[in-house]
Structure formats: C-alpha cells, structure tokens
C-alpha cells in the first residue's frame, strides 16, 4: 500500500502562510482519495480538508475555509495544503493520509487511512 511524508511545516508569524506537501510512494496514488487532519496540543484530531482521487472535488472545514486550500498533483503523487492568514491556533501537527473511499467529511475509523508521521505547525502571536 501507499506510504506518505509530509513535508513543509515550521514556525511562522501570525498572518502568514506555509505549503504543506504529502508525498506518497509505493502505490497507486490515484487510487486514493486524500485528507488532511491536525492535532493541537492537549486536543482531539480534527478534520482539515479533503480530495477525491482526481482533485476535482474538494472541501475544507469551516474552521479553515477561505485560508486552506487542498490540492494534488497526481503526476508527482503530491497532495498540498496551502496554508493563508495563519492564527495562533492553527499550531498542531499536520497528518495527511489516504483512503479509497472519498467523502467530503470523512468518517472512517483511524485505522482505515494510511497515514503520514506528520508535520510540526507553529504559528507565533
């Protein structure tokens, strides 16, 4: 099955922006629909924003609509999270991960998705 590294976190200023990306090996990367969750500190994982195999349909969480845009390039197994206006609290890790099945909010159990090791967010006030 597909493995997956994401890359692109670090430390920024409050307003800024950061591109994540999600690089998957090993698999048929069309064959999977992609998410993005995160994790702050002391807090249960959260739905970020998702992607059908094709990247014609996507949705992001009303918590980061109109600043998080998701998005794939198939050509080089990629998945991107392009991160605008950041806040303070958008700092968590970010973990993409990978399911054959799309849904705009996804509700599968964690162990379904093939996931990443995550990336470090830090958005400073």
């Known amino acids: 099955q597909v493995q997956l590294v994401e890359s692109g976190g670090g430390l920024v200023q409050a307003g800024g922006s950061l591109k994540l990306s999600c690089v998957a090996s090993?698999?048929?990367?069309?064959?999977?629909?992609m998410y993005w969750f995160r994790q702050a500190p002391g807090k249960e994982q959260e739905f970020v924003a998702s992607?059908?195999?094709?990247?014609?349909?996507?949705y992001t969480a009303e918590s980061v609509e109109g600043r998080f845009t998701i998005f794939r390039d198939n050509a080089k197994n990629t998945v991107y999270l392009q991160m605008n206006s950041l806040k303070p609290e958008d700092t968590a890790i970010y973990s993409c991960?990978?399911?054959?099945?799309?849904?705009?909010?996804?509700?599968?159990?964690?162990?379904?998705?093939?996931w990443g090791r995550g990336t470090q967010v830090t958005v400073s006030s």
């Open positions: 991960a990978a399911y054959k099945v799309y849904r705009p909010i996804p509700t599968f159990p964690h162990e379904r998705y093939v």
């Open positions: 090993g698999g048929i990367f069309v064959d999977y629909s």
């Open positions: 992607v059908n195999w094709g990247g014609g349909i996507n």
